[in-house]
C-alpha cells in the first residue's frame, strides 16, 4: 500500500502528470519540455527527478526523456481514471456492474467519447447512425424503438447493409410492428434474458447506453467516432452476439 500511495501523490500534481502525458507522445529534453508547458527550467527539472525516482520515465545518454513501460500502463489506467472522473454525476447515478470485467479494465478506451445532452438528441443520433450505416448496422436495446423501424427497414432494402439485432427474450412489441424477416448472412436476430447496455453501431459510428442503479435503460447515449472507443464499442457487442440465442423474441409478431 506504502508504493501505491507514493505513486499517487506523484501523480496527483499536474504539472507532472502533463510532462507524463507529453512524454507519451515522442521523447522529449528538458527544455523541450519546459518551453511547452511553460513552466521553468527548474520547475521542470525537480518533476522531472520525482517521475525518474517513481520509475515511470527514464533519461536516454543524449538527454531525451522518455517513458518507461511501466509508466506507460499507468498512463493506459488514468485514462480511465479521466473518463470516469469527466462523467462522475452520470457514473454515480447508473449500474455498469454487469459490464464484463475485460471491459471494465478497458474503459479509458472510451475517453473520446461524448454524452448528449438529452434523450431526443440521443435519438435523433440513432436515426442518423442508421441512415448512414453502409457495411453494417448492429443494434441491441431492451425494447423497439418504433420510429427507428421505417429507417431499418429502408436500410435493408439495399440488400447490401447487414444488420444484427439483439432484443430481450421477453419483449412486449408496440401494437402493429412487425420485425424484419430473418435472412442468413444480412439480417440476422437474436435474444438475450437481459439486456446490459443498448447499442448502435455502423462501422462508422456508435452509440452506448447504460442502466440507471434502479434497473431502467437510460437512452441518453455517449456518442462515439474515435477509432479506439469504436473499437470497444464493437468487441462489447461481439461479446454479447456470441451469448444470444438465434430467433425472435417469444411472442414477438411473425415477420412474414
Not at 37 to 45: A, D, G, I, P
Not at 112 to 132: G, Q
Not at 214 to 238: H, I, Q, T
Amino acid at each position: 500500500m506504502e508504493i501505491l500511495s507514493g505513486l499517487m501523490f506523484e501523480l496527483a500534481n499536474e504539472d507532472r502528470l502533463r510532462i507524463l502525458i507529453k512524454l507519451r507522445e515522442k521523447p522529449m529534453r528538458l527544455t523541450q519540455l519546459s518551453e511547452q508547458l511553460r513552466l521553468n527550467m527548474q520547475e521542470t527539472s525537480r518533476h522531472l527527478s520525482r517521475l525518474s525516482e517513481a520509475g515511470l520515465i527514464f533519461k536516454e545518454a543524449e538527454g531525451l526523456y522518455q517513458v518507461q513501460p511501466f509508466g506507460g500502463e499507468i498512463l493506459t489506467l488514468m485514462d480511465g481514471f479521466e473518463f470516469l472522473s469527466k462523467y462522475r454525476d452520470y457514473f454515480n447515478d447508473h449500474d455498469l456492474t454487469k459490464l464484463p470485467l475485460a471491459f471494465h479494465n478497458r474503459i479509458g478506451e472510451l475517453k473520446a467519447c461524448t454524452l448528449a445532452i438529452d434523450v431526443f438528441t440521443s435519438l435523433a443520433m440513432v436515426e442518423n447512425v442508421i441512415r448512414e450505416a453502409d457495411e453494417y448496422l448492429w443494434m441491441m436495446s431492451d425494447q423497439v424503438l418504433a420510429s427507428t423501424k421505417p429507417l431499418i427497414d429502408e436500410l435493408t432494402k439495399k440488400r447490401t447493409t447487414k444488420t444484427r439485432l439483439i432484443l430481450p427474450d421477453e419483449l412486449l412489441t408496440p401494437p402493429g410492428f412487425t420485425p424484419v424477416p430473418t435472412v442468413a448472412g444480412r439480417n440476422e436476430n437474436k435474444t438475450l434474458k437481459q439486456i446490459d447496455v443498448s447499442m448502435v453501431i455502423s462501422e462508422k459510428e456508435a452509440l452506448l447506453a447504460f442502466r440507471f442503479k434502479d434497473g431502467k435503460m437510460d437512452f441518453r447515449a455517449f456518442s462515439v467516432v474515435e477509432p479506439l472507443s469504436l473499437n470497444w464499442c464493437k468487441e462489447l457487442y461481439l461479446y454479447y452476439w456470441s451469448k444470444a440465442i438465434i430467433g425472435h423474441p417469444k411472442g414477438y409478431p411473425s415477420p412474414f
